[in-house]
C-alpha cells in the first residue's frame, strides 16, 4: 500500500540564494515535491499557466519581487480561478502587508531570517492540516477544528536555556549572508560577542539543520572548526 502522494511546491523568490535554499529545505522534508522554482511574479504566473506542469498545491512565496509584489501575485493568482495554499516566507514586517496577506488566505507567515528548524515547523505544520482535508468531497466540523489546529499548534520552539531569540536571527542572517565558511572567531569578531558565546550559537544552528561544520585545513596549529549555512 503506497502512502499519500508529495505535496506539489512552488517556490517563488527572487533572490537566487534564497530561492535555491528555500528550494532545498523543501526537498530535505518528507511529504513534499519541488515542481518549481521562480525568480518573480512573471516566472511564478508562466509556471501556474503552463498546461504541462502538475497542479500547484502549495506555493512558498516571498513579498518583495523585482518584477511586482507577492500580494498582487496572490491576487492574480485568484484572478486565475486557482486556489493553492501559500504561506509566505519573507523579511516584511509591515502589519498592513500581514493583514492583507492573510484577507488574501494565506495559511502561515514566516520572517526571514529563520532557521532550518523554523521553516521545517511551518511546513509540518502545514502537511498536517493539508493530511487531514485531503481526498475530502464533504468534511465535519470536527475535521476542520483538527485540521485549522495544525497551521497554529500549542507548541513553541524553544531555545536552549540562555540563548536569545535575537541573537540567534543575529548569526543566522550573517553566516547564510557570507558566500565562504565561517569560524567562531570571525563570528565573534563581525557580532561584536565573544568566541565562545559564537560558537554556541553556531553549534546550535548545527544541531537543527540549519548550518554544517567541518575542520578548516590549511591553517597552522590546531585545526579551526569552520561553519556554512545549510543552503
Known amino acids: 500500500m503506497t502512502g499519500p502522494s508529495p505535496i506539489r511546491v512552488l517556490v517563488v523568490d527572487d533572490e537566487p540564494i534564497a530561492l535555491a535554499a528555500h528550494a532545498d529545505y523543501v526537498r530535505r522534508l518528507d511529504g513534499f515535491e519541488v515542481v518549481a ?9 508562466a509556471v501556474l499557466n503552463d498546461p504541462a506542469v502538475p497542479s500547484i498545491q502549495l506555493i512558498l512565496l516571498d513579498m518583495n519581487l523585482t518584477d511586482g509584489h507577492g500580494l498582487d501575485l496572490l491576487r492574480r493568482i485568484h484572478g486565475l480561478g486557482l ?32 532557521t532550518f528548524a523554523a521553516f521545517r515547523e511551518k511546513l509540518e505544520n502545514y502537511r498536517n492540516y493539508h493530511v487531514v482535508l485531503a481526498d475530502r468531497s464533504q468534511t465535519s466540523q470536527d475535521a476542520i477544528d483538527r485540521a485549522l489546529s495544525q497551521l497554529r499548534p500549542t507548541g513553541k520552539l ?6 536569545l531569540p535575537e541573537t540567534l536571527s543575529a548569526v543566522a542572517d550573517w553566516l547564510r549572508t557570507r558566500e565562504y565558511p565561517a569560524s567562531a572567531t570571525e563570528a565573534a569578531a563581525q557580532l561584536a560577542m565573544s568566541r565562545v558565546t559564537a560558537r554556541r550559537y553556531l553549534d546550535h544552528l548545527v544541531e537543527t539543520g540549519s548550518a554544517s561544520k567541518a575542520p578548516r ?3 597552522p596549529g590546531r585545526p579551526e572548526l569552520e561553519y556554512s549555512w545549510s543552503r
Open 217 to 219: 585545513h590549511g591553517s
Open 83 to 114: 486556489v493553492p495554499d501559500v504561506v509566505a516566507i519573507t523579511a516584511v514586517r509591515d502589519v498592513h502587508v500581514v493583514r492583507s496577506a492573510i484577507a488574501l488566505g494565506i495559511t502561515a507567515y514566516l520572517i526571514k531570517p529563520f
Open 158 to 163: 524553544t531555545l536552549p536555556k540562555g540563548m
Open 37 to 45: 522554482e521562480a525568480h518573480g511574479m512573471g516566472a511564478a504566473l
